[in-house]
């Protein structure tokens, strides 16, 4: 039996494994890039401290944004770079403050990022396998796929972002989508009395000086009559009931990952959507973790993708019997344009949770 | 010293006369010791029960940290110091007063926000409109953000604001706001309007017990008499401790 202190030296050699260079950004960051990232939604979970010239600060909560906005401001982006790490994150848990040990791998500027894919998914089986889990459950997701299925859906284009902005987030989707297929079951609303822009912009600029408001600072008087306007134009646009349904339908494939492609590959053909680059892509990674553990499931779901919408190809989580999720990962090159990159960068990485991985092998 | 239990009584307006009358109609005459500005109080009845007057909010955290073992504070109080109230305060019962919602108000001249799926869309593009994200300005930053992640609202920062949160859109300091109120009147005469779905939660006034405090089976039996003196509940609350 090798105890706890052995298997994470393992582990440790696994984020310093030849060609990753380890990195260990501090653990007190700035908590402004997690804010402008992801909001109040990621903001809550953060330990945050308020230095005294008012600038707010949290503790290290993962590590995937410190390492990319290091390597974006040493003017690295393109490079191909692989970073290995391995320390304590801390989040604000609903019973208070908890500290966990992560480890992870971040491939950036790669060649090949389906390649790249291969290796996170490589890392976060040997990560595993260290803890002697040879099991566990893989759950895949699309992003790509979804974007490629919504950019063949017939709709009218301002739906399309509105849309896009749901996926992850199967409660706000399911409810977008009852709302358009209601609207759509209405009669389409008389007109409204059509009114100059200029007038209306006016009015509002002119409401906005009597209740105290300063029509410069936050939404100008312009911006409120554009989406006036907009949002007539919205509720006047339907999206077709048969594209609904498509969508519905998309969303809820899921099992295994060969049969969940397959379907979607069928719908793809009734369609006549052109979705091979991103089926190709899965089916490979499909293939991959199958040789990686020829016992684990792998299972595919349509609607499964982090809250964070610079996640773009493929992502995956892999879980422990217990349902614990013991790694997470995939690609997400949109971050690092958000971090300030002027080229395009392929990115893939994952993170395991070390203190799961130790207890799901004991149990 | 005692070792007997504590309740904790808003220390001032409204909310301490009302509580203090509905506990006097019940049979607890309530004195506030010494003066008006003391912050302990006694009653008659029960002399191993000691009363503190306390600011609403610090009841609620109390409450919720144990510190003190029953109290009269807003049910809104609750919901924001904890995640999940359920687990650290049981509710004795609602006092009748107090009522009010919090609510979601955006500056009345907003004419195409009507929803809160409005503010949803208003949130996605105002960071690249603005360059900077769109502010709601709230005391209650738990329940902001809890509701808000319920809705798919992700793209805004919450300004704390304590106290004449109202005035915020006007000032600049936020673009909408999340706050009580009972008539609305104070957010019209700001120039703000409640969403047609913006009700968050509907408050009121609540005697609550703590589950977190220490309850010995001498302290469980105290907190029996005390409610049989006030005959509100069927005896037995302690069971549900």
């Known amino acids: ?363 | 010293m005692s070792n007997g239990l504590t309740l904790a009584i808003p220390s001032k307006g409204r909310l301490e006369e009302q509580s203090r009358e509905i506990f006097a109609a019940a049979g607890l005459v309530i004195e506030r010791a010494s003066n008006s500005r003391s912050y302990f109080g006694t009653a008659a009845r029960l002399p191993d029960l000691s009363i503190r007057f306390m600011p609403a909010g610090d009841i609620a955290r109390e409450l919720i940290r144990g510190g003190i073992d029953l109290g009269v504070t807003g049910q809104d109080l609750i919901e924001e110091s904890s995640e999940d109230s359920e687990v650290s305060v049981l509710t004795v019962r609602s006092l009748g007063f107090g009522q009010a919602d919090v609510v979601i108000a955006v500056p009345d001249p907003w004419i195409d926000v009507t929803q809160i799926v409005d503010l949803a869309d208003v949130a996605a593009d105002f960071r690249s409109r603005h360059g900077r994200w769109l502010r709601v300005a709230t005391k209650y930053i738990n329940l902001t953000r809890r509701h808000f992640a319920q809705h798919g609202i992700i793209e805004y920062r919450v300004v704390e604001s304590n106290g004449a949160t109202e005035a915020a859109p006007a000032t600049g300091s936020a673009d909408f706001i999340v706050d009580i109120t009972s008539s609305g009147s104070t957010l019209t005469a700001n120039g703000l309007r409640v969403l047609e779905d913006g009700v968050i939660m509907k408050s009121e006034a609540k005697l609550f017990v703590s589950r977190t405090a220490e309850w010995t089976p001498m302290r469980k039996a105290q907190l029996e008499a005390l409610m049989s003196v006030l005959n509100w509940v069927p005896p037995g609350i302690t069971t549900r401790l």
């Open chain 1, 1 to 363: 039996m090798i105890n706890t202190f052995e298997r994470r030296t393992a582990l440790a050699h696994l984020v310093e494994a030849e060609g990753v260079a380890r990195v260990n950004p501090p653990m007190l960051l700035e908590a402004g890039q997690y804010f402008e990232l992801a909001g109040e939604e990621f903001g809550r979970s953060l330990l945050m401290s308020l230095a005294n010239d008012g600038i707010e600060y949290c503790l290290r909560p993962e590590f995937t944004v410190p390492i990319v906005a290091q390597y974006v401001a040493q003017g690295l982006a393109g490079s191909p770079v692989a970073y290995g790490y391995m320390g304590p994150v801390f989040r604000q848990g609903t019973e208070g403050p908890v500290e966990y040990v992560q480890a992870g791998v971040e491939l950036l500027g790669q060649l090949d990022p389906e390649q790249a894919l291969d290796e996170v998914l490589t890392f976060a089986r040997r990560a595993l396998g260290a803890y002697r889990i040879t099991t566990p459950k893989v759950r895949l997701g699309g992003v790509e796929l979804f974007e490629a299925v919504l950019a063949h859906a017939e709709m009218p284009d301002v739906w399309r972002p509105r849309i896009r902005a749901r996926f992850g987030h199967p409660e706000a989707m399911t409810r977008l989508l009852d709302r358009l297929a209601e609207s759509y079951a209405d009669k389409p609303e008389a007109a409204a009395e059509p009114i100059d822009k200029a007038e209306l912009t006016e009015y509002v600029a002119d409401r906005m000086i009597a209740a105290g408001f300063n029509p410069a600072e936050g939404r100008h008087p312009e911006e409120v009559a554009e989406r006036y306007y907009e949002k007539q134009a919205l509720a006047a646009a339907h999206v077709p009931l048969p594209t609904i349904d498509l969508l519905r339908l998309y969303l809820s494939i899921e099992g295994r990952a060969s049969t969940a492609l397959d379907e979607i590959e069928a719908l793809a053909s009734v369609y006549k959507f052109d979705l091979s680059a991103p089926l190709v892509a899965l089916r490979h990674h499909n293939a991959t973790l199958k040789a990686l553990a020829p016992q684990s499931t792998v299972t595919f779901d349509a609607s499964f993708s982090p809250r964070l919408e610079y996640y773009t190809g493929i992502v995956f989580e892999m879980l422990g019997q217990s349902g614990a999720v013991l790694a997470t990962g995939g690609q997400y090159d949109r971050l690092l344009q958000r971090l300030g990159a002027t080229v395009p960068v392929t990115a893939a990485g994952c993170a395991v949770w070390v203190e799961r991985l130790e207890q799901e092998m004991q149990s």
